[in-house]
């Protein structure tokens, strides 16, 4: 009896087996690699198949996310963010990703009150992003894949519209408490006050009346308002970037090919290298010296000179600056920021200019043809704020809406003293261009908000200059779903994945602003 129970036992987890194999198309796959394999004949016989069942294993899926803080190149705080995968049934840590530091929406010659303050933020920004990471985002996206960028971006960005209309309604109902709090205690002091002028209200029937000072109401232009973001919103960008470098690790590929697929479709046959663009010297507003109409003076390679040539020029062109100001100041000359750009004072941009052309022609080479120059003008940066009283008025100027009092508002101050508006910006860049036709770039020359100026500096030099917009347009995940017009345009446009933007924001924005020629 034992024995006839364990043949049909036996039996049965063989019709079983069969009928498992059969499902999953087992006999079939090895029938027909192993008739492949017999005509390749490959020197390795379980590599061949490994190789071979690999393609057929399920895509790999995130299992897990951890985060925690860690510290960038710079030694400020930031996001590290690991991705756990299973991979063929095998749990692993599929890539750890550090976060670049998200740049401060501060300009660079705030008052120290508040730049703490904006550090401050910073710290609870990234408190706030990692709890998310561990939690929210940790559970929505357990078992997608990986490479499914679209799909990845997509979950996250729904949780991110669902936590917001969370703190939303959190904000609301705080402000109604206020507000309710507030007029109850207005109303107490009325009372009071109601009393006292009572009891004063027959000694100032014979008081005369105080005169009244006139208020003083000065124009200015203003910015378009911050974007409220959720408290922790960079948390979206780092799990974005962290699932493309994973994706890239799972399909054994390096990420700029990933990225290339993720784009194209497929990956590319040729790749062509971005030109570097290297920060030599550092100045600006916050700078010491004068000069406040560039912000960082940069060297570009010619388009068709290998990378290595390339990056021990620019090495040769930064020794060179380094050299000469130990030479005429010493060692304090020498000292570089937080990017390795040295900071020296300059009063004037050609200053700058002058010196990194001796550079680029010590190095044997000729300026405006082996190499160029680009520069950060940081429009927004050296634009002055404050209220400019309007000329010819009265004090008291009312601002209706719609009023255009362009002319009357602030201005560019280029050079400590010495100030511009918009139509003057037109010509000094246009002039500064034509004495240096080595300058083949220039970053935010002026505010976005100077639209007509803006066009008629790149109808001025965009046949020999790039215009390039860095702040000159919303972030990626915002211009993706905008309207382009004609009326504001330049050569080419800076996307940062930072705070809320994802990859697949950023890839959305250069496919739409290729369509339209702005590369």
């Keep these: 009896m034992a024995s006839t129970r364990e043949k049909r036992e036996l039996y049965e987890a063989k019709q079983r087996a069969v009928k498992y194999y059969n499902e999953n198309g087992v006999p079939k796959k090895i029938e027909e690699i192993m008739n492949s394999m017999f005509y390749d004949?490959?020197?390795?016989?379980?590599?061949?198949?490994?190789?071979?069942?690999?393609?057929?294993?399920?895509?790999?899926?995130?299992?897990?996310?951890?985060?925690?803080?860690?510290?960038?190149?710079?030694?400020?705080?930031?996001?590290?963010?690991?991705?756990?995968?299973?991979?063929?049934?095998?749990?692993?840590?599929?890539?750890?990703?550090?976060?670049?530091?998200?740049?401060?929406?501060?300009?660079?010659?705030?008052?120290?009150?508040?730049?703490?303050?904006?550090?401050?933020?910073?710290?609870?920004?990234?408190?706030?992003?990692i709890n998310i990471l561990n939690s929210d985002i940790n559970n929505r996206i357990h078992a997608t894949d990986p490479t499914q960028q679209?799909?990845?971006d997509r979950v996250i960005m729904k949780l991110y519209e669902e936590l917001k209309v969370i703190e939303d309604e959190r904000l609301a109902k705080e402000a109604e408490e206020m507000i309710k709090d507030d007029g109850e205690s207005s109303h107490r002091e009325d009372d009071k006050a109601s009393v006292a002028s009572g009891k004063k209200g027959k000694n100032s029937a014979n008081s005369s009346p105080k005169?009244?000072?006139?208020?003083?109401?000065?124009?200015?232009?203003?910015?378009?308002?911050?974007?409220?973001?959720?408290?922790?919103?960079?948390?979206?960008?780092?799990?974005?970037?962290?699932t493309c470098c994973a994706a890239a690790q799972v399909k054994h590929v390096d990420i700029y090919e990933h990225v290339a697929c993720l784009r194209h479709g497929e990956i590319p046959e040729k790749f062509s290298v971005p030109l570097p663009m290297v920060t030599i010297i550092q100045s600006g507003r916050a700078a010491p010296g004068k000069l406040n109409c560039v912000k960082e003076f940069m060297?570009?390679?010619?388009?068709?000179?290998p990378l290595k040539k390339s990056m021990t020029y620019i090495q040769q062109i930064y020794n060179y600056v380094a050299k000469q100001f130990f030479a005429k100041g010493g060692t304090a000359t020498k000292l570089v920021n937080d990017i390795g750009a040295m900071c020296p004072t300059f009063d004037k941009a050609e200053q700058g200019l002058d010196l990194l052309q001796e550079a680029i022609t010590n190095c044997g080479l000729t300026a405006g043809e082996d190499f160029f120059i680009g520069l950060n003008c940081a429009g927004?940066?050296?634009?002055?704020?404050?209220?400019?009283p309007m000329a010819g008025k009265s004090d008291k100027v009312a601002n209706f809406p719609g009023q255009d009092m362009h002319k009357e508002k602030g201005k560019y101050e280029v050079m400590v003293g010495i100030a511009k508006v918009a139509d003057d910006l037109v010509e000094f860049w246009s002039d500064l261009l034509?004495?240096?036709?080595?300058?083949?770039?220039?970053?935010?020359?002026?505010r976005k908000q100077e639209e007509e100026a803006w066009m008629r500096l790149c109808d001025r030099i965009s046949d020999r200059c790039l215009v390039i917009g860095s702040r000159a347009y919303h972030r990626p995940g915002l211009l993706k779903d905008e309207e382009l017009t004609e009326n504001f345009k330049s050569s080419g446009i800076a996307f940062k994945l930072e705070q809320l933007n994802t990859v697949s924001d950023v890839l959305t924005c250069v496919k739409k602003m290729e369509g339209k020629n702005r590369k």
């Design 150 to 152: 679209d799909e990845v």
């Design 299 to 305: 060297v570009i390679p010619k388009h068709d000179m």
């Design 41 to 129: 004949n490959p020197a390795d016989v379980y590599g061949y198949l490994s190789k071979y069942f690999e393609t057929l294993a399920k895509p790999p899926t995130v299992s897990k996310i951890t985060a925690r803080q860690a510290y960038d190149s710079k030694g400020q705080p930031t996001v590290q963010t690991e991705v756990h995968g299973t991979v063929k049934n095998e749990d692993k840590l599929l890539y750890t990703h550090v976060s670049s530091t998200t740049n401060s929406s501060l300009l660079d010659n705030v008052r120290v009150e508040e730049r703490e303050v904006d550090d401050q933020q910073r710290q609870e920004n990234i408190s706030a992003a």
């Design 434 to 446: 034509t004495r240096y036709p080595s300058i083949i770039a220039i970053i935010d020359p002026m």
């Design 211 to 242: 005169k009244k000072g006139k208020s003083q109401a000065a124009v200015y232009v203003p910015d378009e308002p911050k974007e409220k973001l959720l408290c922790g919103s960079n948390a979206f960008t780092a799990i974005s970037q962290a």
């Design 380 to 388: 927004p940066e050296m634009f002055d704020y404050d209220p400019v």
